[in-house]
């Protein structure tokens, strides 16, 4: 079954204390992966596409890597800002499911 | 360029209703999607609609339905509402790349 699956649930850092998020997905045809942040009682906001493996893109504190597997969202130096709730999906033709899989998401809290 | 709009933000039902949320994408904007969003399930795909036609649909009932207009304007419909719909339901829009834009959402309440 075609599946997206984000790690870890939940994250608390203190501000500045660099980590990653995980998104390991298993999907058959891949076209593309999304990251989005989500703020409470908002929609989700674009943040990056990424189509093949050893792809990385950058935003401020935030990089995005994309392997054959799996996907990770670097944070360095993270502000209270930052928090919010990270979600991946997998963007591809022909599934039963649409052409797009969320992950569940990370809820991220960084605190001052 | 105005972003997604999606009216009304906050709707109560009663079980047994019937609804209907509306989306306005951002101008030139020729796909739409909706979306439904919960805690449990997380964010799970409704359907897509590109030129007045529905181009995917996913796993939902009947009860769900939509449908959109020449300007590119969507609809959804949820009827005989069950208290397991009662969630934030997205749209997004997009135009001939794969990016999707979402909209602030409906939050609809079944009780």
């Known amino acids: 079954e075609d599946q997206v699956t984000q790690s870890p649930e939940a994250l608390r850092l203190q501000e500045g204390e660099s980590s990653s998020l995980n998104c390991s997905y298993t999907?058959?045809?891949?076209?593309?992966l999304f990251w989005y942040r989500q703020d409470p009682g908002k929609g989700p906001e674009f943040l990056f596409t990424l189509y093949s493996a050893g792809e990385e893109k950058e935003k401020e504190r935030l990089k995005a890597t994309l392997t054959k597997k799996e996907s990770f969202l670097h944070i360095t130096a993270p502000k209270p800002e930052d928090s919010a709730t990270y979600l991946c999906?997998?963007?591809?033709?022909?599934?039963?499911?649409?052409?797009?899989?969320f992950g569940k998401g990370t809820k991220l809290s960084v605190k001052p | 360029k105005a972003g997604v709009t999606q009216t009304p933000r906050y709707l109560i039902k009663t079980r047994g209703q019937q609804v209907t949320l509306s989306c306005s994408p951002i101008s030139g904007h020729r796909s739409v999607s909706w979306y439904q969003q919960t805690p449990g399930q997380g964010l799970q795909f409704l359907f897509e609609y590109f030129s007045e036609t529905q181009r995917n649909k996913g796993n939902f009932p009947g009860r769900f339905s939509g449908r959109q207009f020449s300007n590119s304007r969507s609809e959804m419909n949820v009827s005989t509402l069950e208290l397991g719909d009662s969630a934030l339901y997205l749209c997004?829009?997009?135009?001939?790349?794969?990016?999707?834009?979402f909209g602030p959402g409906t939050r609809l309440t079944v009780t």
């Open positions: 997004a829009s997009r135009q001939t790349g794969d990016e999707q834009y």
């Open positions: 999906a997998v963007f591809y033709y022909g599934g039963s499911q649409g052409n797009l899989i």
């Open positions: 999907v058959s045809g891949l076209r593309g």
